[in-house]
């Protein structure tokens, strides 16, 4: 017999292969949980029950696809960020990835106040760590919405509307980002 | 009887109002030329004849709204980018841009190396001629690019991913461009 936390991690990750995968062959409008329950081999009862619909499911991919990568820690802070710009533009290039934003950005209701997406909590979450690790080694460190606007937001910005940044165009970034808590 | 160049105007006006308003009532998937042919009163050979493609007519459509309002031009290029940043931030505050957005991003094909999209490339030549007047001034002004990076991304970033950006906060990205330019 299977513990259940076991058998629960293997619904879960063959429900998110699932998802990426059809997200993959299929315009978002075709998704539907019947078709995620017949690639995944789960019930669509029990998709319903642990999801409750497509949407809160591609938002839980969404927060585990941007945050299952372990947060560099490689001992300075100018480092981690490097690692962590490549991170993002290589999932950025990674094919599901716009597809799941794609997602994401049509899950927007005009005019409708909401609340910041789970996977942009999360995220926000994880840099908080990075940021604090280098504070804890006496570094000089910017805030978390510095960093969402000096480098995490030209990022997303460029792979959405126009080209990926160049590496050594993000290395700019980062320095200016460095810069900008330097001379506080 | 009219001018060409006004019957052309009034069916392009015609049908971009006839698109702005369908996108507001249906999702994506179900936006076709013969609903705007019908909803517009242009016949769906004229569309096709004139866009191509209900993908091309959505990208004039940006391109036109994106590009409509007058650059400001208030003799100083701080004054400039804080009133074009109200800008931005009214049009994604409107129920039509999101959507627009949002057809924008569903067209990014993942793994396809594309060109920017004509709206960016748009906004990049207005954005290009409120700098080059402040230059002409004798300001010392950013680059287009560093005004992407610094203010314009920031703020389609929080608009899609989070929430919109408080004045306030857009006001101090403001400061920071200029800041960037000044210590050149």
Redesign the interface.
């Known amino acids: 017999m299977q513990r259940p936390g076991g058998r629960s991690a293997r619904v879960r990750s063959a429900v998110h292969e699932a998802v990426v995968d059809l997200m993959?062959e299929h315009?978002?409008?075709e998704m539907s949980v019947p078709l995620v329950a017949e690639r995944s081999g789960v019930h669509q009862a029990t998709i319903y029950r642990r999801w409750g619909s497509m949407s809160a499911l591609v938002q839980d991919v969404l927060v585990e696809r941007f945050t299952a990568g372990e947060v560099p820690d490689t001992g300075s802070l100018r480092e981690d960020l490097r690692q962590y710009t490549t991170n993002v533009a290589e999932s950025l290039?990674?094919?599901?990835?716009?597809?799941i934003?794609?997602a994401?950005?049509?899950e927007?209701?005009?005019?409708e106040s909401?609340e910041?997406?789970p996977?942009?909590r999360a995220r926000e979450q994880q840099l908080q760590v990075m940021l604090d690790r280098a504070a804890t080694r006496g570094e000089q460190v910017p805030t978390v919405e510095e960093l969402?606007?000096?480098l995490?937001?030209?990022l997303?910005?460029?792979a959405?509307?126009?080209?990926p940044m160049p590496t050594a165009h993000a290395d700019r970034?980062v320095d200016?980002l460095l810069d900008?808590a330097a001379h506080r």
């Not at 290039?93 to 597809?99: E, T």
């Not at 927007?108 to 005019?111: A, T």
């Not at 959405?160 to 080209?163: H, P, S």
């Open positions: 993959e315009p978002w409008e290039a990674d094919g599901a990835i716009p597809l934003l794609r994401t950005v049509m927007i209701r005009p005019g909401r910041s997406s996977a942009f969402l606007d000096v995490v937001a030209p997303y910005f460029r959405l509307f126009a080209q970034l200016r900008l």
